[in-house]
T-cell receptor, first 114, second 112 residues
Framework: DTGVSQNPRHKITKRGQNVTFRCDPISEHNRLYWYRQTLGQGPEFLTYFQNEAQLEKSRLLSDRFSAERPKGSFSTLEIQRTEQGDSAMYLC????????????FGQGTRLTVV | AQSVTQLDSQVPVFEEAPVELRCNYS??????LFWYVQYPNQGLQLLLK??????LVESINGFEAEFNKSQTSFHLRKPSVHISDTAEYFC??????????FGQGTELSVKP
């Protein structure tokens, strides 16, 4: 297994366009997390799944953001009607639901909204 | 609600000097504690973690962190840093069954 894979690595989009990112977790992991990281800040929690169920969604996440994990494997994060404030690094992580286990992070997708 | 505070946003040190990166957390329940490291243009990597047992945990590259329940702290230390330790360090907490919550990060800059 090559770890958590995120695509694309970079995305430049015009304001108002929709974008979709993909995350492929480590295969045996049932937990999948999405975080957002802006310059000089720590990763900010967005949402997480256990298998295909979305267990929690941050209150900071507007209704323009939606995430899915349809078969409990890969996940997609879609941002509709992008705004300049959406520019950030979007991180995906996977892990096990067992208490005390860590999350393994992908390289991230850097979104720039122009 | 849980929160994590990293008290220093930037820590410049000279090579071979000791360093301490401070982390405090707030939680009303037992938590698991982690330190992640992010090298330039790379993803986050786990450095070390505290689950239970001995309050002092160590990483393979010479870092250690001590869990202090009374002070709700999990400070990261290294007795002698190298240039290659230059990176951003993030403290994180996770309660049972929950998600990771990160601090704001501390940029460690090691100068020759």
């Amino acid at each position: 297994d090559t770890g958590v894979s995120q695509n694309p690595r970079h995305k430049i989009t015009k304001r108002g366009q929709n974008v979709t990112f993909r995350c492929d977790p480590i295969s045996e992991h049932n937990r999948l997390y999405w975080y957002r990281q802006t310059l000089g800040q720590g990763p900010e929690f967005l949402t997480y799944f256990q298998n295909e169920a979305q267990l929690e969604k941050s209150r900071l996440l507007s209704d323009r953001f939606s995430a899915e994990r349809p078969k409990g494997s890969f996940s997609t994060l879609e941002i509709q009607r992008t705004e300049q404030g959406d520019s950030a690094m979007y991180l995906c992580a996977s892990g096990e639901a067992v208490d005390g286990t860590e999350a393994f992070f992908g390289q991230g997708t850097r979104l720039t909204v122009v | 609600a849980q929160s994590v505070t990293q008290l220093d946003s930037q820590v410049p040190v000279f090579e071979e000097a000791p360093v301490e990166l401070r982390c405090n957390y707030s939680s009303s329940v037992s938590v698991y504690l982690f330190w992640y490291v992010q090298y330039p243009n790379q993803g986050l990597q786990l450095l070390l973690k505290y689950l239970s047992g001995s309050t002092l945990v160590e990483s393979i590259n010479g870092f250690e962190a001590e869990f202090n329940k009374s002070q709700t702290s999990f400070h990261l230390r290294k007795p002698s840093v190298h240039i290659s330790d230059t990176a951003e360090y993030f403290c994180a907490v996770r309660r049972q069954g929950g998600k990771l919550i990160f601090g704001q990060g501390t940029e460690l800059s090691v100068k020759p």
